[in-house]
C-alpha cells in the first residue's frame, strides 16, 4: 500500500485545521496561534474566581493571567486545549471562598477561532466574555454559581447544556438573538427579558419569544433546577 509522505492525519480531527504549533511549552502561559479555526478548550477541575475572554486583538491562541494563584499545565492534542490545576487542598479552596481576587485568573482566546468551551468540577464567580468571537457549543458540568455569559451572535443553533444546578447565573446576548430554555429540577426567580417569573417546579420549557426554528439562536438547558437566572438582551 502506498503511503503519501505529505498527508496529515490531523486534517481530519473535527477541531482542527492547521499542524500543531510548532514552538509549544506545556508549562509555559501560551499557546501560538498557528492558523487554527475550530478548537475545543477543556477545563475538567473547576474554575473560581475567573474569566474567560475571546479578546479582538489576541495574537496567540490561548494566553493565562494567573496573578497570585497557581499556574495550569496545558495540553494540546489535535483540537484540544486542557487546563489543568494541581488538585487543591482544603486551605485552597477556603482562601478561594473568603479571599475574592486571590486567585484571579484571564484565560484569553484568539478570536478568529470558533470554540467550544467544556468546562467539568463546577463553575463559580466567574465571567465568559465571548462576544468577539464565535461559540460551537458551552457545557458546564458540576454545577455554577455568580456566573455571567456574555455570548456573541451565534452563526447556528447553539447549545448551552449546564448539569448540576445553576445559582445566580446571568446570560447576555444580542439584541436580535432569541434563547431557548429548558430548565429540569424547577426555578426560583426567573428574568427572561421583560419578564419576571417567581417560582415553576418541575420541567419548564420557556424562549426569549424570538426563537424561530432553524435560525440561529442559544439553546439553553439546565438539569439540577436554577435559582436567580436572568436572560437579557445586551
Given at each position: 500500500?502506498?503511503?503519501?509522505?505529505?498527508?496529515?492525519?490531523?486534517?481530519?480531527?473535527?477541531?482542527?485545521?492547521?499542524?500543531?504549533?510548532?514552538?509549544?511549552?506545556?508549562?509555559?502561559?501560551?499557546?501560538?496561534?498557528?492558523?487554527?479555526?475550530?478548537?475545543?478548550?477543556?477545563?475538567?477541575?473547576?474554575?473560581?474566581?475567573?474569566?474567560?475572554?475571546?479578546?479582538?486583538?489576541?495574537?496567540?491562541?490561548?494566553?493565562?493571567?494567573?496573578?497570585?494563584?497557581?499556574?495550569?499545565?496545558?495540553?494540546?492534542?489535535?483540537?484540544?486545549?486542557?487546563?489543568?490545576?494541581?488538585?487543591?487542598?482544603?486551605?485552597?479552596?477556603?482562601?478561594?471562598?473568603?479571599?475574592?481576587?486571590?486567585?484571579?485568573?484571564?484565560?484569553?482566546?484568539?478570536?478568529?477561532?470558533?470554540?467550544?468551551?467544556?468546562?467539568r468540577?463546577?463553575?463559580?464567580?466567574?465571567?465568559?466574555?465571548?462576544?468577539?468571537?464565535?461559540?460551537?457549543?458551552?457545557?458546564?458540568?458540576g454545577?455554577?454559581s455568580?456566573?455571567?455569559?456574555?455570548?456573541p451572535?451565534?452563526?447556528?443553533?447553539?447549545?448551552?447544556?449546564?448539569?448540576?444546578?445553576a445559582?445566580?447565573l446571568?446570560?447576555?446576548?444580542?439584541?436580535?438573538?432569541?434563547?431557548?430554555?429548558?430548565?429540569?429540577?424547577?426555578?426560583?426567580?426567573?428574568?427572561?427579558?421583560?419578564?419576571?417569573?417567581?417560582?415553576?417546579g418541575?420541567?419548564?420549557?420557556?424562549?426569549?419569544?424570538?426563537?424561530?426554528?432553524?435560525?440561529?439562536h442559544?439553546?439553553?438547558?439546565?438539569?439540577?433546577?436554577?435559582?436567580?437566572?436572568?436572560?437579557?438582551?445586551?
Amino acid at each position: 500500500m502506498m503511503i503519501n509522505p505529505t498527508s496529515d492525519s490531523t486534517t481530519d480531527h473535527p477541531y482542527r485545521t492547521a499542524p500543531p504549533p510548532r514552538t509549544f511549552d506545556p508549562d509555559s502561559s501560551r499557546v501560538p496561534y498557528d492558523g487554527q479555526t475550530r478548537m475545543r478548550l477543556t477545563i475538567p477541575s473547576g474554575l473560581a474566581h475567573a474569566c474567560i475572554v475571546i479578546d479582538p486583538a489576541a495574537r496567540d491562541l490561548l494566553a493565562i493571567e494567573c496573578g497570585d494563584g497557581p499556574r495550569p499545565r496545558i495540553r494540546l492534542a489535535g483540537g484540544d486545549l486542557a487546563l489543568t490545576w494541581r488538585r487543591r487542598s482544603f486551605g485552597d479552596w477556603l482562601r478561594e471562598v473568603f479571599t475574592p481576587g486571590l486567585c484571579d485568573t484571564a484565560i484569553v482566546l484568539h478570536p478568529a477561532v470558533e470554540w467550544t468551551v467544556a468546562l467539568r468540577g463546577g463553575l463559580c464567580r466567574a465571567e465568559l466574555d465571548l462576544t468577539a468571537g464565535t461559540v460551537a457549543r458551552i457545557d458546564i458540568a458540576g454545577g455554577c454559581s455568580e456566573v455571567l455569559l456574555d455570548l456573541p451572535s451565534p452563526a447556528a443553533v447553539v447549545p448551552i447544556r449546564i448539569s448540576g444546578g445553576a445559582s445566580h447565573l446571568g446570560i447576555r446576548r444580542p439584541a436580535e438573538t432569541g434563547v431557548g430554555l429548558d430548565v429540569a429540577g424547577g426555578i426560583a426567580m426567573l428574568r427572561l427579558d421583560d419578564r419576571s417569573l417567581g417560582a415553576i417546579g418541575g420541567v419548564a420549557q420557556l424562549d426569549t419569544g424570538d426563537v424561530t426554528r432553524g435560525v440561529p439562536h442559544y439553546e439553553l438547558t439546565i438539569a439540577g433546577g436554577a435559582s436567580d437566572l436572568s436572560i437579557e438582551r445586551r
